[in-house]
Each structure stands twice: as C-alpha cells, then as structure tokens.
Nanobody, 125 residues
Framework: VQLQASGGGLVQAGGSLRLSCVVS????????MGWFRRAPGKEREFVAA????????LYRDSVKGRFTVSRDNAKNTVYLQIDSLKPEDTAVYYC???????????????????WGQGTLVTVSS
C-alpha cells in the first residue's frame, strides 16, 4: 500500500489549501484515513480522520471549523481542505491509513499502519 500526499505550499495567513492523498496498491474503502502534521521542533500530532464510508469524522480542537476532511473512494483519494490558515498551522502534513477501523476513525497514531511521505504547508503572517 502506498500513499502519496500533495497540495502543500506557501500561503498567507487567512488563505486556503486543499491537500490530497492518493492511495495505491489497495482499495481506499478498506481503510479509515487520518491526517497528521509535524511542526518544526514538535512531535507529530493528529489533525483529522475520516471513517471508511466518510460518514464519521474527527478533528483536533484547534482545527475544528477550519479544516474539513473528506474522501472519494471511487478515486482512491482523501482530501483535507484547510481554510483560515494560521502561522501555527505551518507543518509537514502526512496522510495515513488505518486498516483496523471498520466503523469510525481513530486519532491514535499507533492505529495507522501506512503513511505517506508528507507535504509541506507554510503559512506566512
């Protein structure tokens, strides 16, 4: 299973980006999917997750109302829409796949077996 994240870039505070994660080597509907990020000098942290069907989502408190996670199983792609960007959102963003969650989604890194390479989001003030 391979995950390829893209869509990062340099954006001014208040701007928007849409990150994409394409899954290959398997069918996306087998996995709950998560997004994590690692800011400079910090540990990797949970950002958002979506269940296999897309019917259930989770977000860390600091991104609620600004980030939206979604998926298109037919395209084997998961998205993270990021609006109202803040400088503290600057990080490398990673997508990850959890094959064990049959319903719902998890914020626990240990649940995710497959990881993409990350895409850098830089927010200027």
């Amino acid at each position: 299973v391979q995950l390829q994240a893209s869509g990062g870039g340099l954006v001014q505070a208040g701007g928007s980006l849409r990150l994409s994660c394409v899954v290959s080597g398997s069918t996306l509907s087998r996995f709950a999917m998560g997004w994590f990020r690692r800011a400079p000098g910090k540990e990797r942290e949970f950002v958002a997750a979506v269940s296999r069907s897309g019917g259930s989502t989770l977000y860390r408190d600091s991104v609620k109302g600004r980030f939206t996670v979604s998926r298109d199983n037919a395209k084997n792609t998961v998205y993270l829409q990021i609006d109202s960007l803040k400088p503290e959102d600057t990080a490398v963003y990673y997508c990850a796949a959890d094959p064990t969650a049959h319903t719902g989604a998890s914020l626990a890194r240990i649940r995710y077996d497959y990881w993409g390479q990350g895409t850098l989001v830089t927010v200027s003030s």
